[in-house]
């Protein structure tokens, strides 16, 4: 009998093996059977509500497995995105799962910077950024999760001092790409002059990734950067003609001062505050 075993032991090893990681993904889609049938939410969102086990317990959980349980989060995160209504904090959670789990793992840091905040809720970028910060203390070499988080605090909260902060960070990081550092001065020139630097940022992400999905993210990023500004001078026009700002996009198509490509109209609103000009373009 023990020779049985002996001789088998690879077998034995490979079941064990297998009958823990059915364990790993069986408790989180049980968790997640069992809080979506009890969430009085649920029902109004495009994905069903997701429950994630609790980062503080989840790596408890793994029983050795990490690396494998953050590779099913991960893959969950990129086929959850496109159903996620960019409100419920489900879809964060994915990534403060596998920060616990997988530190060094820095796609994923790069992944939520670009996609989990959002222009309906600000704070989505903070609570990002205590993710991030997760990322940039385990991966110090790493210059693209400070700048990624620089460039969004710029581009969605529009504040400047973190946004400088982050891409500081970013230039003063060993083997950084030349680019980044002549980036940072040149967007610390153009605060003081006051002029917009989201294109630039941008620019900069979709240089210097190797992934076709960031490069395309940061191409949109680009273009409604472009689109922002074209907004912003038919709001100055239409201010200049009629003394007051415009209510609505509307208001300043209809005398020609912009044209909003149709693709960019389908998946965006353009709220115009009238009290003071400013332009936001947001998700729908």
Excluded: C
């Amino acid at each position: 009998m023990n020779s049985f075993v002996k001789n088998n032991s690879h077998l034995f090893t490979g079941i064990i093996v297998i009958l823990l990681l059915a364990i790993i993904v069986s408790a989180q889609v049980l968790y997640d059977h069992s809080s979506s049938m009890f969430g009085k939410e649920s029902f109004r969102f495009t994905i069903k509500h997701r429950s994630i086990i609790d980062p503080k317990i989840v790596k408890h959980l793994a029983f050795g497995f990490d690396n494998v349980l953050a590779d099913y989060y991960w893959i969950s995160a990129v086929q959850d995105f496109t159903g996620w209504d960019h409100k419920e904090d489900f879809y964060l959670n994915y990534f403060k799962n596998i920060s616990v789990l997988d530190p060094e793992f820095s796609y994923p840091y790069l992944f939520a910077i670009l996609t989990a905040p959002t222009e309906k809720d600000k704070a989505s970028l903070d609570k990002v950024a205590e993710i991030a910060e997760l990322g940039m203390a385990t991966l110090p070499n790493n210059w693209e999760i400070p700048f990624y988080l620089g460039t969004m605090y710029n581009m969605f909260a529009k504040d400047e001092a973190k946004a400088l902060h982050y891409i500081e960070i970013a230039a003063k990081t060993e083997g950084v790409p030349s680019v980044v550092p002549l980036t940072y001065s040149s967007i610390t020139a153009k605060k003081l002059l006051g002029k917009k630097t989201a294109r630039e940022l941008m620019s900069v992400i979709r240089d210097t990734t190797k992934s076709e999905t960031i490069k395309a993210m940061a191409e949109e990023g680009i273009v409604l950067s472009d689109i922002t500004v074209m907004l912003e001078n038919a709001i100055i026009a239409y201010k200049a003609k009629h003394r007051t700002y415009p209510k609505t996009i509307e208001n300043l198509t209809a005398e020609r001062f912009v044209v909003i490509p149709k693709e960019i109209t389908s998946r965006f609103d353009i709220i115009i505050n009238q009290k003071n000009g400013e332009v936001s373009i947001v998700g729908k």
